[in-house]
T-cell receptor, first 114, second 110 residues
Framework: DAGITQSPRYKITETGRQVTLMCHQT?????MFWYRQDLGHGLRLIYY???????DKGEVPDGYVVSRSKTENFPLTLESATRSQTSVYFC?????????????FGQGTRLTVV | QKEVEQNSGPLSVPEGAIASLNCTYS??????FFWYRQYSGKSPELIMS????GDKEDGRFTAQLNKASQYVSLLIRDSQPSDSATYLC??????????FGKGNQVVVIP
């Protein structure tokens, strides 16, 4: 299917476990992003990538790791999950087209850390 | 981190009325601005983008940008129950990164 897909859609994990959230896009967009969305905070950028093998921190990167070996995939790993990482995670992608930097979002992953 | 402020609380509007949403941003150099709509439990979807001062209309939606005053607004005319959602203002921070406001919930009352 064309578009941007995230997996899993829902995940419950225990404190201290490693969790990987997957993101796959079929548009060959250069840019990919991971956001988390929490009540009272809105969408906050965790990490982003401008191209394969190029990643950079966003506003709230602590406790997360990303990689981007292929243009279409941008997995997000929580190295040792904490309750404060309970959130809804959105992956997004975009292309650089002058000022039009519209981001397209995946369906989201609801992660609960118990 | 550039700031994007959406300070209004939930907005209730009667069906057919105009809903008005405002957003201010801190970086005077920002060039691209977006309004996203997010239904409960769903992902954000783009409804409007604006890059130049003035108004931009798309159907029942009008975005207004004033770079001198550093605000961008969204008007929803003839509001429908299907417009009930949270509206997110976003500003391009550079490198295609978007900074989002916390959002405004709109409830259209039939």
């Amino acid at each position: 299917d064309a578009g941007i897909t995230q997996s899993p859609r829902y995940k419950i994990t225990e404190t201290g476990r490693q969790v990987t959230l997957m993101c796959h896009q079929t548009w060959s967009h250069s840019y990919m992003f991971w956001y988390r969305q929490d009540l009272g905070h809105g969408l906050r950028l965790i990490y982003y990538s401008a191209a394969a093998d190029i990643t950079d921190k966003g506003e709230v990167p602590d406790g997360y790791v990303v990689s981007r070996s292929k243009t279409e995939n941008f997995p997000l790993t929580l190295e040792s999950a904490t309750r404060s990482q309970t959130s809804v995670y959105f992956c997004a992608s975009s292309e650089s087209l002058g000022m039009n930097t519209e981001a397209f979002f995946g369906q989201g992953t609801r992660l609960t850390v118990v | 981190q550039k700031e994007v402020e959406q300070n209004s609380g939930p907005l209730s509007v009667p069906e057919g009325a105009i809903a008005s949403l405002n957003c201010t941003y801190s970086d005077r150099g920002s060039q691209s601005f977006f309004w996203y709509r997010q239904y409960s439990g769903k992902s954000p979807e783009l409804i409007m983008s604006i890059y130049s001062n003035g108004d931009k209309e798309d159907g029942r939606f009008t975005a207004q940008l004033n770079k001198a005053s550093q605000y961008v607004s969204l008007l929803i005319r003839d509001s429908q129950p299907s417009d009930s959602a949270t509206y997110l203002c976003a500003v391009n921070e550079g490198n295609n990164r978007l900074a989002f406001g916390k959002g405004n919930q709109v409830v259209v009352i039939p």
